[in-house]
RNA sequence: GGCCCCGUGGUCAAGCGGUUAAGACAUCGCCCUUUCACGGCGGAGACAUGGGUUCGAUUCCCGUCGGGGUCACCA
């Protein structure tokens, strides 16, 4: 009785490994290409910081020609979710890091080094367990969950290390024939590996983010085939990472305590060990507390939030890129018009502690993008944004195109385009005055400032519009008519000659610019209002000046 | 608690033994201007802390404190 009639009782039906290297060669990429994934749980639920690190794997595959897939986690069945696979790949799609390879929707895949669901690999890991098992290098464990509890308790009691390893691993002293015995009485068995480290021993590893790192080398006989036949994540990710020829593992911190056991077992697997980027979390402060973005207490941890709130896709991602990399920003200024592509993202420039999250940060970087934009696509984005969320808006829109995007290209494309909308859902709030079916239903009262006398303000719209305004105007005739109604109104023409002569004027031009603007929408702020008469047109400037005499 | 990682203005961050310690966002003031936004100029604001090493430490070493991670048949 040996290793090799253990492995065979335990995994009668396995195949040689040499089966699966031969199925899943070695890639044929030029020098350097790197080949990443990201290996989402699928949960139903994508969250930002999953977004972050596939951009980050997918710029990249990108950059050095290599491949970028997606496989899914799916080893721990009690947390499946409907139609989670859809959710994350979609997400990833929708934001411009849709995968070169692996699984491109619930159920569909592509690439030739599938199948990119776990829980479809189950024959695969079984191969290799077998494979440690005929080497000595993995054992059956027959301790029951409730054994293992006791173990640990009286290691907490005595204050020591807890864990499965050294004097406490009990089915690892057991011999062959003992093993063979217990399985073929039928008692459950789950497989453990067979660790050879020590732990007074150090081992050094150096992080492609996180640089040298020291940690006591592992000692655990950690499970790697579970009592549903499914690996752990460990098992799993170092065989599909073999397997499937990644050479740059990307993923959150939380796993660096976890690589020696990984390079443990690439090495008793026969393995080349990948390179890892170990990357920092997207953070949030808790009341003086930093924790990770959580899914149950932040709704801005979800990726959905983005796309309900109605933030550029373009703005996420730029802001995303600015936290991986903060030469991205220097980058941007000077390339202004430059697709993300052309960036070159350094894994080495990455932060080696997280990073607290930053709405305003990302909504400035929004309204720089917003500001670029031509009216076509705010018309565009707007509208599909507002069919989901805001039917009203959507309406409104569709019925006026025309109409909208001139409203919309109120001081944009030129210099210094106005930076005044970082969401969709601003722009209801920035133009709806430019409607007469809202402005009509709008009962909030006229915001009067200086000139609030309703006899003065009936006196200055009145003149204006049957003495000054014409359309046909250029904006210098046009503001200088409003200086000259200001005159014959007895105001001040000029703001800096009201302020020479304190006490002789009771307002100035742009008191009098006030009231009209007022009086026109409602508003005390607005873009240029001679872009704004000019679209509303005169009878409609006489129709609200009338209402406003009225009100 | 053990082990590991981290600690520059409110936030993101350059810096890698000698700097007036960059820049961006936020904030404040001024300018531009008919309002707002944009833009321009300027201000305030930081090397967690105590010891070393050194002619000299934000930079190197150690301790302390603080933050984070991890110690599952979850990933």
């Known amino acids: 009785m040996n290793y090799k009639d253990l492995a065979d009782l335990m995994f009668p039906d396995a195949k040689e490994i040499s089966y699966y290297e031969e ?37 990249l595959a990108q950059q050095t020609e290599g491949v970028f897939f997606v496989r899914i986690e799916d080893t721990d069945q009690k947390r499946e979710v409907k139609n989670a696979v859809s959710e994350i790949v979609n997400s990833l799609i929708d934001f411009g890091i849709g995968p070169d390879e692996g699984m491109i929707s619930e159920d569909g895949e592509k690439g030739e080094y ?14 290799y367990a077998k494979y440690l098992i005929e080497q000595g290098k993995a054992y059956p464990c027959f301790c029951t969950s409730k054994e293992v509890e006791e173990i640990r308790e009286k290691q907490e009691n005595a204050k020591i290390r807890p864990g499965y390893y050294g004097v406490w691993a009990k089915c690892r002293k057991l011999t062959v024939e003992e093993m063979i015995e217990k399985i073929k009485a039928g008692e459950p068995w789950i497989v453990r590996f067979k660790s ?47 397997l499937m020829r990644t050479t740059h593992v990307i993923r959150g911190d939380e796993w660096l305590s976890s690589v020696p056991l990984h390079l443990q077992l690439f090495q008793e697997l026969g393995f080349r060990a990948p390179k890892y980027a170990h990357i920092a979390p997207i953070m949030k402060n808790d009341e003086g507390n930093k924790r990770k973005l959580s899914k149950r207490k932040d709704p801005e941890a979800a990726v959905s939030y983005y796309v309900e709130e109605g933030i550029p896709k373009e703005a996420v991602i730029e802001y995303l890129l ?21 960036f070159d993202l350094q894994l080495n420039k990455m932060s080696v502690s997280g990073a607290l999250f930053d709405m305003v940060k990302l909504l400035d970087v929004s309204k720089t993008v917003i500001s670029k934009m031509t009216a076509e696509q705010v018309y565009n984005d707007t509208l599909n944004w507002a069919e989901k969320y805001d039917e009203e ?39 709806t ?8 239903k709008d009962e909030t009262p006229y915001p009067y400032q200086v000139i609030q006398d309703k006899e003065a303000i009936c006196n200055i719209l009145n003149t204006y519009i049957t003495k000054y305004y014409d359309e046909k105007d250029d904006k210098q005739t046009w503001f200088d008519k409003i200086k000259e109604l200001s005159g014959e109104m007895g105001y001040a023409k000029e703001v800096k000659e009201f302020k020479q002569n304190p006490g002789k004027y009771t307002a100035h031009v742009g008191d009098v610019s006030t009231v009209l603007r007022v009086a026109l929408t409602k508003r005390t702020n607005t873009p240029d209002m001679y872009e704004i008469m000019q679209i509303l047109g ?12 009225r009100e």
Do not use: C
């Open 114 to 127: 599938g199948p990119y669901k776990q829980s479809l690999r189950k024959e695969i890991y079984q191969a």
């Open 538 to 549: 005169k009878e409609t400037i006489q129709k609200r000046f009338q209402k406003a005499m």
């Open 23 to 59: 199925k899943y060669p070695e890639r044929n990429l030029k020098e350097g290409a790197i080949v990443t994934r990201i290996a989402p749980s699928p949960t139903g639920f994508t969250h930002i910081g999953g977004l972050y690190q596939g951009l980050i794997a997918k710029k």
């Open 393 to 431: 808006l959507a309406n409104l829109l569709k019925n006026n195109k025309e109409y909208s995007l001139k409203v919309l290209g109120i001081e944009r494309g030129n210099k210094k385009p106005r930076k005044d909308i970082g969401k969709w859902s601003d722009v209801k709030e920035t133009i």
């Open 196 to 242: 050879p480290g020590r732990e007074d021993k150090k081992i050094k590893h150096k992080d492609v983010i996180k640089g040298n790192v020291e940690f006591p080398e592992n000692d655990q006989d950690i499970v790697i085939i579970k009592a549903d036949g499914l690996p752990t994540y460990h098992f799993a990710h170092a065989v599909d990472d073999h």
């Open 322 to 342: 600015n936290i991986a990399n903060s030469t991205f920003e220097n980058w941007r200024r000077a390339n202004p018009d430059k697709s993300i592509e052309e």
């Open 433 to 440: 005055y430019m409607y007469e079916e809202l402005f009509k």
